[in-house]
């Protein structure tokens, strides 16, 4: 093997482990590269925040609570029947609805609605709802999640795409607490 004049056989196999070392960084970069990009790269998938039909208004009598599934708006072909989400539909009178998730507001277990007693009653923990999904009792410190929804033609859409959850902007519209300082907790 010739060596270019004036390169000792030291310095090129540090030229050669230098250009083997920025191969190496940059392979193991460009996944970190991606990560840290990834929520501007990425974007919202289409169809994530839109309107998903329940069914017509005629399926969810007046004064009754049912259970309805949608399908998850971003699921991929893979998931199955974990894409079929379930939530729950209060028909209140004439247009006015209550769609809530199916998730205890504790630590997400599926609630279950008892008829008998008006009550959504979780397993997990013991938590209980009202039937307008505000907490009765048990370890969750707030009510169920609700959909926004609207009437369309005659069927009862929700927004769907992100859960309810604390955090989210669909939570957490509308709903906060307001507590009075000057009045004691237990007065009525």
Not at 6 to 29: C, D, T
Not at 65 to 74: D, F
Not at 121 to 135: E, F, I, L
Not at 140 to 161: C, M, S, T, W
Request: glycine residues 12%; hydrophobic residues 35%.
């Amino acid at each position: 093997m010739s060596v270019p004049s004036g390169l000792s056989r030291r310095e090129m196999f540090l030229k050669v482990a230098m250009l083997f070392n920025g191969i190496v960084g940059v392979v193991l970069g460009v996944p970190i590269v991606r990560y840290l990009l990834s929520p501007v790269t990425r974007g919202v998938k289409p169809g994530y925040d839109r309107w998903i039909s329940l069914g017509g208004v005629d399926q969810f009598p007046s004064g009754q609570t049912r259970l309805a599934t949608y399908r998850n708006p971003v699921a991929n072909a893979s998931d199955g029947e974990t894409a079929d989400i379930p939530c729950w539909v209060r028909h209140i009178d004439a247009d006015n609805f209550q769609v809530f998730a199916i998730n205890c507001a504790h630590l997400g277990c599926p609630v279950r609605w008892f008829p008998q007693s008006g009550l959504f009653m979780c397993p997990c923990h013991g938590g209980v709802y009202y039937q307008d999904g505000s907490r009765a009792s048990g370890p969750p410190e707030r009510g169920l999640f609700e959909y926004p929804f609207k009437i369309v033609d005659g069927n009862l859409h929700i927004r769907a795409g992100e859960l309810p959850t604390p955090g989210s902007p669909i939570a957490t519209r509308g709903s906060l607490i307001t507590i009075d300082l000057k009045r004691p907790p237990c007065a009525g």
